[in-house]
Every structure is written in structure tokens, then in C-alpha cells.
């Protein structure tokens, strides 16, 4: 069975701090990880997928497939950057729902 | 349409009566989802409906959820017998789903359910 786990409900930083969400997953196959995130009062969005291995908004995620592990990281945060963080999975093959992690809550403080 | 549009955005009922939240995808766009976002469970799958297939009902909490979705655009979640547990936010999602990959999920603002 596909489950994702992010073990933090709630990571407060101060502005300029790094910041680093944790995603575990399991998965019997090849995953397809993302990062979806939803600032207040506007609607879940993508953030990042690992198979575009591209970084957005200053944040990047490496598929580390041997910790099965998939964490958001930025160097510097910055207060925008406060929203809820949600990791998802889906398998490669057609067909596979997408399934989320419970959430992590960002809040960046100056 | 401009996105994915939810209706009602706000629903409350009495505990025991029948809700119906309907989800309106992006044009052209052939898997749908429902998902319920509730405090301290985070964003649960409920079912998951691409294309012609058989939908993926594996999330529904017990028989008094189903889903239909008609001529591969529009959806209603029906909740039966509601119950105050049922209270959340019920998000839906469609995506383009090109072959192969999960495509980029695009959700609604969601269907607020209150149970009294």
C-alpha cells in the first residue's frame, strides 16, 4: 500500500533561517513525488514534482529512493513562504491515485 | 471555465440528512478526484474517477459516500445519513492525466460541510 508521512505538523522559523519539510513515503514501485502547497485562503497548488527536478520559489526536493524520502529544502526563508505544505505520491502507471501526506504548516517569522 | 468550480462553497445540515457537493472539472480534463480536508487528518483521498475506467472508490470512509460522474465532466459526492464526523472540507481535483504520469492536480476552493 502507497503512504506518505510528514512527521511535522508545524515548523516555525525565523525569517532568513533554512527551512527543511520532511516527506517519507512508502512504495512497493517507482513513485511519483510532489510537493503541493496552499497559502491562505487560495487553493492547493503544485509546487514541485521530482521528475522535474527543477526549483520553485527557491525550493528544491531530492527523491533520495534509499531512505525513501522526498524533503522540501530552501536555503533562506523568507514570511510569504508561510502556507501549508502538503507531500503527495502517486505510482508511475496510469491509473494510480494520487495520495497525500497529513501536512506540514510553514510559518516564517521576521 | 476559468478553473475548477465547487458548489455549495458553504453547507450545513442537520445530522441524519442526505448532502450532494458537486464538482464542475476543467474542460478537457479526464481524471477527477474528491478529496476531505479536515483539521489533524490533512487532505484524505477519497475516490478518484479517469476517464472510461472503473473509479478508484478505495478512500471512501464507509458505504454512505458515493461518487458519480457523468458523461467523464461534471461529479457529485453524495454523503448519506450525514453524521457530525462527516463535517470537513471536501476538495476536488482534475487533472489532464496524460498517459503514464499523474499530471498536475488543479483543485477547487472546496465544499465547507457543517453537521449539526
Known amino acids: 500500500a502507497q503512504r506518505v508521512t510528514q512527521p511535522e505538523k508545524l515548523l516555525s522559523v525565523f525569517k532568513g533561517a533554512p527551512v527543511e519539510l520532511k516527506c517519507n513515503y512508502s512504495?512497493?514501485?517507482?513513485?511519483?513525488l510532489f510537493w503541493y502547497v496552499q497559502y491562505s485562503r487560495q487553493r492547493l497548488q503544485l509546487l514541485l514534482r521530482?521528475?522535474s527536478r527543477e526549483s520553485i520559489k527557491g525550493f528544491t526536493a531530492d527523491l533520495n529512493k534509499g531512505e525513501t524520502s522526498f524533503h522540501l529544502k530552501k536555503p533562506f526563508a523568507q514570511e510569504e513562504d508561510s502556507a501549508m505544505y502538503y507531500c503527495?505520491?502517486?505510482?508511475?502507471?496510469?491509473?494510480?491515485?494520487?495520495?497525500f501526506g497529513k501536512g506540514t504548516t510553514l510559518s516564517v517569522s521576521s | 471555465g476559468a478553473g475548477v468550480s465547487q458548489s455549495p462553497s458553504n453547507k450545513v445540515t442537520e445530522k441524519g440528512k442526505d448532502v450532494e457537493l458537486r464538482c464542475d472539472p476543467i474542460?478537457?480534463?479526464?481524471?477527477l478526484y474528491w478529496y476531505r480536508q479536515s483539521l489533524g487528518q490533512g487532505l484524505e483521498f477519497l475516490i478518484y474517477?479517469?476517464?472510461?475506467?472503473?473509479?478508484?472508490k478505495s478512500g471512501l470512509p464507509s458505504d454512505r459516500f458515493s461518487a458519480e460522474r457523468t458523461g467523464g465532466s461534471v461529479s457529485t459526492l453524495t454523503i448519506q445519513r450525514t453524521q457530525q464526523e462527516d463535517s470537513a472540507v471536501y476538495l476536488c481535483?482534475?487533472?489532464?492525466?496524460?498517459?503514464?504520469?499523474?499530471?498536475?492536480?488543479?483543485f477547487g476552493e472546496g465544499s465547507r460541510l457543517t453537521v449539526l
Open positions: 503527495a505520491l502517486s505510482g508511475r502507471q496510469a491509473g494510480t491515485a494520487l495520495i
Open positions: 474542460s478537457g480534463h479526464t481524471a
Open positions: 474517477f479517469q476517464g472510461n475506467s472503473a473509479p478508484d
Open positions: 521530482h521528475i
Open positions: 481535483a482534475s487533472s489532464l492525466a496524460p498517459s503514464g504520469r499523474t499530471g498536475e492536480l488543479f
Open positions: 512504495y512497493s514501485g517507482s513513485p511519483e
